[in-house]
Every structure is written in C-alpha cells, then in structure tokens.
C-alpha cells in the first residue's frame, strides 16, 4: 500500500488530508471561541467567586492578586503570574481552582464544581483571550444594575439601519457580469485594481453547483449532457433542476442545523436528562421546509412558536423541537435551590443564546451578569428574554390531532409523572440519613403517579399512544420489602410540587436506556406555555412547580447571581430593536419575539441569513463573523452588496430558493478557483471575490460521495429514525445520522462537525494525523475501494476498467498520463489498491 500511495498518488493529486494554506484551523478561530468562553463563563465566575477578594472593589486585594482585569491577571500576585496563556498545568489560578494543593486552595470557602473547573482550564489551553481593559475594569461587579448603555445612540449601528435597494454601481469591466451582485464585487476590485477571474470552464460548474445544492457529485452522464448543450439557458435550466431535487432540502437543511445546534439527545446521560427519541422528525421538518421553500420568516416562526399560530398545520409541531430537544443540564434533587435555579438560568441562557446568535448576530448572553461591554443590549434586556424561555416548557406533543385542553393536561401529565418517577427512585435507591422521611416521600410521590394515572385515564380509549406514554414514563420504584397492598385513598390529598428534574428537556420512552437513534411513537418533542417555578421549600429535596398558562417573570440577577437578584424583567424584546414598547404580553412571548424578529428587527435578520446563504456557497460571508454583528464582529467587507441583497431578499417573500438563484446565476460565483499573482498580493484571503475559494467538502458531502462513487448511497431511506454514521452497513445520506451531543460518531468527529451543544456559526477546518489514516487505513475507505472494484467486475479490458473507475469517482476520462501511470501500476499491484488509491485524491475530498 505504501508503494502504491508513493508511485500513482504523485500522478494523480495530492491525498485528501493534506489542505492548501490557510485552510487549517489558525488563531482566530481559537481566539473566537476562547472570547465566547469567557463573556459567557468565566467573567461571570470571577464576578461571583473571586471578586470579593481580589478586585479593587475589594480594598486590599489578598495577595495582592487582581482578578478584575486583564492586566491584574498577567501580572499575578506574590507568588507571579495566575495564569500562563495555553499552559493549563503551569497555570497557578488552574491549580488553585483545584484544590490538590493544601496549601492552595481558591476559593477558600467553597470549591468550584467540576464544570466550572473544566471551563477554566479549557480557556487557558485556548490562550485565556480576555477583552478586557484598564478601562473597563469590573465595572459589572461593581454597579451591575446600573444603566450605562445610551440606547438611542446604539440604535445608530451600521447592522440596525433599515435596507432598502440600492442603485447599481458603476463600473468599468465591460462584459462582466451577470446581475446586480457582480457590479458590486466589481465595484469593490476596481477600488485595488483587481480583475475579476474568469469563467470556470463548463466540467467544472456543473460539480460546483451540484455539490452546493445537493451535497453529491454529477454522474459522468450529466456532465457530459452539460457540456455539450450549448443553449444560452443551460446553466439556469441545470440550477432549476437542482434546486428541485429532493437533495437540495437535504444539503441546505443540514446548513440550518449547525445553527440551530440540532441533537437527539443530551451532553450527559442522567436520569434528569434522556434523550430526545423524537428529534428526528425536526430533522425531516427541516429538510421538507427546504424543498418547499417555506419563506424563511415563516420557517423561523414556527421554530419559535408553531403552537401558537393558528394557521400552522399539526405536522408543524416538529419544528418546535428547536427549543424541545435544546441541551440541558442535569439537576440532582437533593442539590439547594439556589444550585437548581442556576443549572435552570443554564438551560434557559443556552436558549438566549442559540436564538440571539442564530437569527440576530448579536452575542446577547454576554450580558447575563453586566450590560453588554460592547453592543447596546442591556442585562435587562437578556434576562427579559430569558423570561420567555423561563415560560416554556419542554413536553411531548401527540402527532395526531388532539384538542387543546386535552392536550395541555397531557403534557402537564407528562411532566409531573416524569419528575416524580424520577425523585422516587432517587430516594428510594439512595435515601440518605433521614431514611424514614425519604420513605414517606417516596410512597406520597408513588402514591400521585397513580392518582396522575387516574386522572388521564379518559384517554385510554381515545387516545391510546398518549395513555401509554404516561404509563411508560411512571416508573414505580422497587417496593420496600414489608410495604403492604397498595390501596386508593377515599380522600386526594394536595398535589405535591414537581421535583426539580428535566426542566425544559426533554422525555424519553420505556424508562432510562442507551439512545440508539429514536422511537417511531408518535409524537414531537416540543414545549408548551408553562412557568418553570424552583421551589424550595422542603429543606431536603428541591421542588419545582410546572404553571400551564402562567408566565415567569425574572428579576435581573445582580452579577448574575441568583441570591442577589434586582429590578424585574418581565418577557420582552432588546430595547435597541424594538419600536415602541419592548414588552410581550401573550404567554410566554414566543410567538411576539418570533414576530419582532421579522418586523422590529426584519433588517437585521435578513442581513445575518443573507450573510451565512453567501458563506456556505463562496465559503466566506461577507461579515466573517457570522453570529457577531456587533462591535466585536467584523464590518461587511461589501456592505451595499449587503445590503441591497437583504432588501431584495425581503422583497422576494424571503424565499431561500430565489436568493440561491441570484447569487449562483451572477458571473462572481461562476469565476475559476485559480490563484493569480496580483490576488494572492493584494488579497490572498479573496475577501474581494476575485476568485472562487477553494475549500475542503465538510464530512457529510464528503461521506455521501465516496458512497455514491462507489454505488453503495441508499437516496431511498429518507425518513425516520437515525442511523449510526459508523455502522459499515449504514449507506443512507449522512444527515440522516445519529446526532449525539454525548457521543459523536469518530468520523464526522474527524472532520470537524461542530458540537451541537450550542449554536455554531460555522465549521473550522483542521488537519490531523488522524484524518490521514483514516484515508489511508480505515475500514470504511477499504469497503468502499471493494465496492468500487465491483462495479467494474464485467469489464474484461483493462483500460476501460481504468476508464469507467474514473467515471464513477471523478466524471471524467482519465488523462492519458494518468492511464499511463494506472496501468504502469497494475502490472503488480492489485486493483483494490489502485481504487483506493483514487478515492484517496484530493479531487473527491476538495470543492472544484
């Protein structure tokens, strides 16, 4: 094999693992995410946990250490540095934190739980970015409810403006360019005295557009039709056809699910915390609503509020798995309400998040414990849309159709027996030292799981799914050994508190078991409008109180601390979005904020989805920053294009479809990937578009390639329940795979699939040892080479053996140089090897 990759792969490319420059994963993407960690986790820790005594709010700071500011944290304290950028074992502050030194020991008082100690050590080995400046100086810490941000004025930012359709441009490149987009690409080379690229020759387009709609290669037949049909309309005729193929809804509603960080189940696997056996019909939601192209601010509001809107179809309900299936944090019971409240802001800062970065570009949660140190958003305004999702709660929906009432008292059901099967067997199995007490809650939450039974027995008849759902969920705990008949009671005693558990998660079927990719059960994981309410009343065991119909109202959280909270912060909208008055008003205001998305904040929002279309198909958007329109982020590098693309977009009932046609239809996007001398000087990241950028396929349309090439892609399984990407006998398209935030498949792992326990703003690409044997060594790449040879087992001439692999791999005759070599080879090597040896070429892995 070795002598294989050395004598045929100089002939044919370089092998798939190695990338041309630039296309690793450098700095800035650590230093992106470095800063992420650190407005969202670690400023928020040192606020609550190491200010009091070593800040300058503090008066003497022990040790002389301050941890206040950037500058106080480089210098360190008596002893030197706290911290040594990328060095977690050198790092003082992470050994202290720790608590393996006796003598060393921060906070001295109570130590920081494992999560907490896992997120600085995590943004210490990403070179601990902070933004921070003498300037700023724990100014969160010190007045963290006082208002500072001029609102009026943050109304003035670029990405707030409205967008209207703009004149076009001027230019001097005569016959360049097909439509409005090119005059403004053409506008901005002529400012550095660029020229456009050519035109890439016809082979080349038809894989191009083929990959970026669809995510699979065209067969050797399609492109030689292509080629040969010399009509004006043939490449718009060819973006037609493809933007009607069912795989196009597959290649673009996997693009959606980056940013809505779509999972089947949780980063851990707790009692509190199952999967979500029902997420894939959001997947196929997701992936019709593409084909469909259900306007995008349709397809945004029924992922916020598909309940809520009267016009929606039952089979909507799926899209509401966006915030049913969302990560959660696990909640042990028996932990203080103060904890529980925290894991549930948790919950609910994640959703803040996901939908602020997701749909607005703005880094909202960054003022979970201060007003936003950049952007005009106030921690007011977060924790009132935190109050939206402190109103939803996590339940299953039936898919059938079932009217509200009943379904409402399901879903309350749901919760109430979940939870209380839960905290049953918790204390059953682990009582603790007040034995006789677990005991007596054990059988009184026994004894309401058949009383809850009883109550929804009405639908055993009716509704039966529904009914053995609930029967499902209610696990009994084991008997205590002398317990005695179980009998009803003549009278009902008062309803206990929901113990503390899923929150906003999600319910799983049968009892605790290893997710193996979902149940065909009918229903969706959604939420309702419900108040999430922890109560603390029992001194042993949290509570939580489920309220169907009654919103949760926060407070702001003084440095976001849950024992120190401040002024109210009912539901509502960011204040430097809104026009007139912020507040929600209808349950849990997720139908008003999907509303606000579109109306308040429509400019915005076109912008950000404008800009990720153009990113996925140039492989660079035009603000490189994606989810980060504010101060932090990147300015557009072409902002009338922007905008007047956005305003044309709105225009055209936010179809997808047609913003899809307008950007692949224009000259810019039809130019050649060659590098040319005066690029590379004067803009060697193409941020001007003089070019095509070449890039890597990700793992899901590399995957689905090699399976078609080799004729083993199953395009027929294209509903229900996950498959496992790993499994050899696995040959469905790889978005029908299993999603696991716990554990992710080692191949899409290997090639950069982001993690879906938060929103991702795009792929990083990086290269790795281990990409290069799996090319080389993998199970899966020698199947697929034997697949390959079986393809051409009825050939008896070995030239057209070479001919027809060449065909089915790259669409395309080999060069006589390259039959040359193949057959040089196979005068002693084996056929196997040499079709390995093609699907190890870079012409599979790389975008033409």
């Given at each position: 094999?070795?002598?294989?990759?050395?004598?045929?792969?100089?002939?044919?490319?370089?092998?798939?693992?190695?990338?041309?420059?630039?296309?690793?994963?450098?700095?800035?993407?650590?230093?992106?995410?470095?800063?992420?960690?650190?407005?969202?986790?670690?400023?928020?820790?040192?606020?609550?946990?190491?200010?009091?005594?070593?800040?300058?709010?503090?008066?003497?700071?022990?040790?002389?250490?301050?941890?206040?500011?950037?500058?106080?944290?480089?210098?360190?304290?008596?002893?030197?540095?706290?911290?040594?950028?990328?060095?977690?074992?050198?790092?003082?502050?992470?050994?202290?934190?720790?608590?393996?030194?006796?003598?060393?020991?921060?906070?001295?008082?109570?130590?920081?739980?494992?999560?907490?100690?896992?997120?600085?050590?995590?943004?210490?080995?990403?070179?601990?970015?902070?933004?921070?400046?003498?300037?700023?100086?724990?100014?969160?810490?010190?007045?963290?409810?006082?208002?500072?941000?001029?609102?009026?004025?943050?109304?003035?930012?670029?990405?707030?403006?409205?967008?209207?359709?703009?004149?076009?441009?001027?230019?001097?490149?005569?016959?360049?360019?097909?439509?409005?987009?090119?005059?403004?690409?053409?506008?901005?080379?002529?400012?550095?005295?660029?020229?456009?690229?050519?035109?890439?020759?016809?082979?080349?387009?038809?894989?191009?557009?083929?990959?970026?709609?669809?995510?699979?290669?065209?067969?050797?037949?399609?492109?030689?039709?292509?080629?040969?049909?010399?009509?004006?309309?043939?490449?718009?005729?060819?973006?037609?056809?493809?933007?009607?193929?069912?795989?196009?809804?597959?290649?673009?509603?996997?693009?959606?699910?980056?940013?809505?960080?779509?999972?089947?189940?949780?980063?851990?696997?707790?009692?509190?915390?199952?999967?979500?056996?029902?997420?894939?019909?959001?997947?196929?939601?997701?992936?019709?609503?593409?084909?469909?192209?259900?306007?995008?601010?349709?397809?945004?509001?029924?992922?916020?509020?598909?309940?809520?809107?009267?016009?929606?179809?039952?089979?909507?309900?799926?899209?509401?798995?966006?915030?049913?299936?969302?990560?959660?944090?696990?909640?042990?019971?028996?932990?203080?309400?103060?904890?529980?409240?925290?894991?549930?802001?948790?919950?609910?800062?994640?959703?803040?998040?996901?939908?602020?970065?997701?749909?607005?570009?703005?880094?909202?949660?960054?003022?979970?414990?201060?007003?936003?140190?950049?952007?005009?958003?106030?921690s007011n305004d977060y924790y009132s849309l935190m109050s939206v999702f402190a109103s939803t709660v996590a339940a299953p929906r039936p898919v059938e159709e079932v009217d509200a009432a009943t379904e409402t008292r399901f879903m309350v059901?749901?919760?109430?027996?979940?939870?209380?099967?839960?905290?049953?067997?918790?204390?059953?199995?682990?009582?603790?030292?007040?034995?006789?007490?677990?005991?007596?809650?054990?059988?009184?939450?026994?004894?309401?799981?058949?009383?809850?039974?009883?109550?929804?027995?009405?639908?055993?008849?009716?509704?039966?799914?529904?009914?053995?759902?609930?029967?499902?969920?209610?696990?009994?705990?084991d008997p205590y050994p002398d317990a005695k008949p179980a009998t009803r009671p003549t009278t009902r005693p008062a309803a206990p508190p929901i113990v503390a558990g899923a929150g906003a998660g999600g319910f799983f079927n049968g009892g605790?078991?290893?997710?193996?990719?979902?149940?065909?059960?009918?229903?969706?994981?959604?939420?309702?409008?419900?108040?999430?309410?922890?109560?603390?009343?029992?001194?042993?065991?949290?509570?939580?109180?489920?309220?169907?119909?009654?919103?949760?109202?926060?407070?702001?959280?003084?440095?976001?601390?849950?024992?120190?909270?401040?002024?109210?912060?009912?539901?509502?909208?960011?204040?430097?979005?809104?026009?007139?008055?912020?507040?929600?008003?209808?349950?849990?205001?997720?139908?008003?904020?999907?509303?606000?998305?579109?109306?308040?904040?429509?400019?915005?929002?076109?912008?950000?989805?404008?800009?990720?279309?153009?990113?996925?198909?140039?492989?660079?958007?035009?603000?490189?920053?994606?989810?980060?329109?504010?101060?932090?982020?990147?300015?557009?590098?072409?902002?009338?294009?922007?905008?007047?693309?956005?305003?044309?977009?709105?225009?055209?009932?936010?179809?997808?479809?047609?913003?899809?046609?307008?950007?692949?239809?224009?000259?810019?996007?039809?130019?050649?990937?060659?590098?040319?001398?005066?690029?590379?000087?004067?803009?060697?990241?193409?941020?001007?578009?003089?070019?095509?950028?070449?890039?890597?396929?990700?793992?899901?349309?590399?995957?689905?390639?090699?399976?078609?090439?080799?004729g083993d892609l199953d395009t027929t399984n294209t509903t229900g329940p996950s498959s496992d990407v790993d499994q050899p006998d696995n040959h469905r398209r790889t978005v029908y795979g299993r999603i696991s935030r716990g554990r992710m498949?080692?191949?899409?792992?290997?090639?950069?699939?982001?993690?879906?326990?938060?929103?991702?703003?795009?792929?990083?690409?990086?290269?790795?040892?281990?990409?290069?044997?799996?090319?080389?060594?993998?199970?899966?790449?020698?199947?697929?080479?034997?697949?390959?040879?079986?393809?051409?087992?009825?050939?008896?001439?070995?030239?057209?053996?070479?001919?027809?692999?060449?065909?089915?791999?790259?669409?395309?005759?080999?060069?006589?140089?390259?039959?040359?070599?193949?057959?040089?080879?196979?005068?002693?090597?084996?056929?196997?090897?040499?079709?390995?040896?093609?699907?190890?070429?870079?012409?599979?892995?790389?975008?033409?």
């Amino acid at each position: 094999m070795l002598r294989l990759k050395a004598n045929i792969l100089n002939g044919l490319a370089m092998v798939a693992f190695f990338l041309p420059a630039g296309l690793a994963r450098g700095a800035d993407a650590s230093n992106k995410e470095g800063l992420e960690l650190f407005e969202k986790r670690i400023r928020p820790l040192l606020v609550d946990r190491c200010y009091e005594c070593h800040s300058t709010q503090a008066g003497k700071s022990k040790g002389h250490l301050l941890l206040d500011s950037k500058q106080g944290l480089a210098k360190g304290g008596e002893s030197g540095p706290a911290l040594v950028p990328g060095d977690i074992e050198g790092s003082r502050l992470v050994k202290a934190i720790r608590w393996t030194d006796p003598d060393l020991q921060m906070p001295p008082k109570k130590q920081l739980d494992a999560q907490q100690v896992a997120w600085v050590e995590q943004w210490v080995k990403l070179g601990a970015p902070d933004p921070r400046d003498a300037a700023s100086v724990a100014a969160a810490g010190k007045t963290p409810g006082k208002r500072t941000i001029d609102i009026e004025a943050g109304k003035k930012w670029w990405a707030f403006q409205p967008v209207a359709e703009l004149p076009t441009p001027a230019v001097t490149h005569e016959g360049w360019g097909a439509n409005k987009i090119d005059a403004f690409i053409a506008a901005e080379l002529e400012k550095k005295k660029l020229d456009p690229s050519p035109a890439a020759d016809r082979r080349t387009l038809i894989q191009r557009a083929t990959l970026d709609l669809t995510g699979l290669r065209a067969t050797y037949e399609e492109v030689e039709t292509f080629v040969a049909d010399k009509s004006p309309d043939a490449y718009p005729k060819l973006i037609e056809r493809l933007l009607g193929s069912p795989h196009y809804g597959e290649r673009w509603g996997r693009y959606w699910m980056d940013v809505t960080r779509y999972a089947e189940d949780n980063p851990t696997g707790e009692a509190t915390t199952p999967p979500y056996p029902y997420a894939w019909r959001y997947r196929d939601w997701v992936i019709k609503a593409m084909n469909q192209d259900v306007p995008y601010d349709r397809f945004v509001k029924l992922q916020l509020a598909a309940d809520l809107m009267p016009d929606a179809q039952r089979s909507d309900l799926a899209a509401l798995s966006y915030l049913g299936a969302a990560p959660q944090y696990h909640k042990d019971g028996r932990l203080s309400k103060d904890v529980i409240q925290n894991l549930y802001n948790d919950d609910w800062d994640e959703r803040v998040d996901a939908v602020s970065r997701g749909l607005l570009g703005l880094t909202v949660a960054c003022a979970r414990c201060h007003d936003h140190k950049f952007d005009p958003i106030t921690s007011n305004d977060y924790y009132s849309l935190m109050s939206v999702f402190a109103s939803t709660v996590a339940a299953p929906r039936p898919v059938e159709e079932v009217d509200a009432a009943t379904e409402t008292r399901f879903m309350v059901a749901a919760n109430q027996l979940f939870y209380l099967s839960y905290v049953s067997n918790l204390l059953r199995g682990d009582p603790g030292t007040k034995k006789v007490e677990a005991r007596q809650k054990v059988e009184r939450f026994v004894e309401r799981m058949e009383e809850i039974k009883q109550d929804m027995s009405f639908l055993r008849d009716k509704h039966p799914a529904m009914y053995t759902h609930l029967v499902q969920i209610a696990k009994r705990p084991d008997p205590y050994p002398d317990a005695k008949p179980a009998t009803r009671p003549t009278t009902r005693p008062a309803a206990p508190p929901i113990v503390a558990g899923a929150g906003a998660g999600g319910f799983f079927n049968g009892g605790r078991r290893r997710f193996r990719g979902g149940s065909t059960e009918p229903f969706y994981n959604a939420v309702f409008d419900a108040g999430l309410f922890v109560n603390g009343s029992d001194p042993d065991l949290t509570m939580l109180d489920v309220k169907a119909g009654t919103p949760h109202d926060l407070r702001r959280l003084n440095a976001g601390n849950v024992t120190n909270p401040g002024e109210p912060a009912p539901r509502g909208f960011l204040s430097v979005l809104a026009k007139g008055d912020k507040s929600f008003h209808k349950g849990s205001g997720r139908l008003e904020l999907a509303d606000r998305i579109f109306t308040d904040a429509a400019p915005l929002t076109a912008r950000v989805i404008v800009n990720r279309v153009w990113g996925w198909h140039f492989g660079k958007p035009l603000v490189e920053t994606p989810s980060d329109f504010g101060a932090q982020g990147d300015k557009p590098s072409h902002p009338q294009l922007l905008d007047d693309l956005a305003a044309r977009f709105i225009a055209h009932g936010w179809s997808l479809k047609w913003l899809h046609r307008e950007i692949m239809l224009s000259q810019a996007y039809q130019q050649a990937s060659h590098p040319r001398a005066d690029g590379m000087k004067l803009d060697p990241g193409n941020r001007l578009v003089w070019r095509m950028t070449p890039r890597r396929l990700d793992v899901e349309a590399y995957r689905d390639c090699l399976l078609q090439a080799c004729g083993d892609l199953d395009t027929t399984n294209t509903t229900g329940p996950s498959s496992d990407v790993d499994q050899p006998d696995n040959h469905r398209r790889t978005v029908y795979g299993r999603i696991s935030r716990g554990r992710m498949s080692s191949m899409l792992q290997l090639y950069d699939f982001p993690e879906p326990v938060m929103h991702s703003p795009e792929r990083d690409t990086t290269t790795s040892p281990l990409q290069q044997l799996f090319v080389m060594n993998s199970p899966f790449m020698e199947d697929q080479a034997r697949a390959l040879v079986a393809r051409v087992k009825n050939v008896t001439e070995p030239t057209e053996k070479i001919r027809t692999m060449y065909h089915d791999v790259f669409a395309r005759n080999p060069s006589r140089r390259e039959l040359a070599l193949a057959e040089d080879y196979l005068k002693t090597g084996t056929l196997n090897e040499y079709a390995h040896a093609l699907l190890c070429a870079n012409e599979v892995i790389f975008w033409p």
